[in-house]
């Protein structure tokens, strides 16, 4: 019996055995098929495989998950989807499950590994409730596999997906990489054109990053506006409701994902050994930094990017995010707490009061300049200092506040450089240097019609 079992979820019908039953120690043992999970008691409905075919209540502990008979047949898929989930209040755990559902709906077949963590227990046990749910209804659901591995404490994105990557790595070595934020949500076919696309190309040893952009932007300002803090259900974005048309644009390409400042990791699909690479090579100070996604994104670029796009759906995901020039504003007028988003969430250090009194700039200011120049020097640093110079410039010549700014890039700089040893400076390097491309490859795609995806 596989390890990995132990972090799959059952799916209906699934095929289960019976053990750790205190209450009734005869059943330990017995087989069984999954028919429900029943939320309201966190219970699983199961029903014994004997001619009785009686049914009974059990506790998720006391479900073991046998085998796959088709077990070939999911490593045939090739995705695997990450979804780090860190359920930090009531409002994140609703857009989770308009996240979750937007999975259960998925036109094609893969894998979903999902890390949970809260610093409240409740929060996280009613996130795996979403997933336990979701994955055990009849008729949705069916086109996924889902595995959690959950955290007591909270844990940043990449180190989610460091502890997800055994299980994936375990099941199919070779598959492909997908991400998606717990916010966002995947539109229907998302998963179904990338297995066709991945159908005729997986097997370039020179192709090994993908780009699939074509996004549609949730305005979070405009949101909270026309619905408070009510979460938008992913059935009307399925639909495409008109109460979206005031609230939402499409960044479709490249192009205009990097002018409306809409470039996410999540945009990639990548080859597992590069993911498990990087997660080897980078220290774990930068692993848990809120912009180790752009170092990754970056990197990843550097080597390369086929652009997958559909043709004739502009979007392929739904992602909430708060327009750069609003994030400015609400640090100007000391107004950070308006957007409860993670985009926005700063804390204000010591250094940045000592600098707000030097200096007479607020210490939410400063706090948001410090933000700016990690997330610009974060992106190479350690990689390529000759681009990292050429960015430093860049940033540093579209700001009132250049002094201060340099200061800040300095200490930065330093601060991040002192994360890494000298093996894996070069590691870094090495891997930026492998293939180098200065522009995406894009290539106009088909949809290949194939029943098994």
């Given at each position: ?9 059952p ?25 429900r ?5 966190r ?24 085998d ?51 610093g ?13 749910q ?8 069916a ?23 055994p ?13 998606l ?67 939402v ?17 999540f ?9 498990q690479?990087?997660?080897e ?25 086929i ?7 502009d ?10 020039q ?11 707490d ?10 204000i ?56 700014k ?8 330093m601060e ?38």
């Amino acid at each position: 019996m596989k390890w990995s079992n132990q972090y799959r979820l059952p799916t209906v019908h699934a095929k289960i055995k019976l053990h750790g039953l205190a209450s009734a120690p005869e059943l330990n043992g017995e087989r069984a098929n999954v028919v429900r999970y029943e939320k309201d008691t966190r219970l699983y409905r199961v029903k014994l495989s004997g001619p009785a075919k009686t049914q009974l209540a059990v506790k998720p502990a006391n479900v073991l998950l046998l085998d796959d008979p088709r077990e070939q047949e999911w490593n045939d898929r090739l995705l695997h989807l990450f979804i780090p989930c860190h359920s930090g209040d009531a409002r994140r755990l609703d857009l989770f499950r308009e996240c979750a559902r937007s999975i259960v709906y998925q036109e094609g077949r893969c894998r979903v590994f999902v890390g949970v963590s809260s610093g409240n227990q409740e929060l996280k046990e009613q996130a795996i409730d979403i997933l336990r749910q979701l994955s055990s209804m009849e008729r949705i659901g069916a086109n996924q596999q889902w595995y959690v591995k959950e955290s007591a404490t909270k844990m940043s994105q990449f180190r989610h997906f460091q502890a997800l990557m055994p299980i994936s790595l375990a099941l199919n070595p070779e598959a492909w990489i997908i991400f998606l934020d717990n916010d966002d949500m995947y539109q229907k076919y998302r998963v179904s054109f990338l297995h066709s696309f991945l159908s005729t190309r997986h097997h370039d040893p020179n192709k090994d990053v993908i780009c699939c952009p074509g996004k549609l932007l949730i305005d979070v300002k405009k949101s909270k506006v026309l619905f408070g803090d009510n979460v938008l259900a992913y059935q009307q974005f399925d639909t495409y409701d008109d109460a979206l048309r005031d609230l939402v644009s499409v960044a479709a390409t490249v192009k205009e994902n990097m002018e409306k400042h809409a470039t996410e990791y999540f945009d990639l699909c990548v080859r597992s050994n590069l993911l498990q690479r990087f997660l080897e090579f980078t220290p774990g100070e930068i692993l848990d930094h809120r912009y180790c996604d752009v170092c990754f994104h970056k990197i990843l670029g550097l080597r390369g990017c086929i652009v997958a796009r559909h043709p004739a759906q502009d979007w392929l995901l739904m992602h909430y995010r708060v327009r750069r020039q609003d994030i400015g504003e609400a640090f100007q007028n000391s107004n950070i707490d308006i957007y409860n988003n993670a985009l926005v969430s700063v804390s204000i250090s010591k250094e940045d009061r000592r600098l707000s009194d030097e200096t007479g700039v607020s210490p939410e200011m400063i706090a948001y300049l410090r933000s700016d120049v990690e997330e610009a020097a974060i992106q190479l640093i350690e990689f390529d200092h000759a681009l990292l110079e050429k960015d430093r410039k860049e940033l540093l010549a579209l700001t009132s506040y250049y002094d201060l700014k340099s200061k800040l890039w300095e200490s930065t700089c330093m601060e991040f450089s002192s994360c890494s040893s000298k093996d894996q400076e070069e590691l870094n390097r090495a891997f930026c240097r492998e293939k180098r491309a200065t522009t995406f490859v894009e290539v106009k795609s088909e949809i290949i019609r194939d029943n098994a995806f």
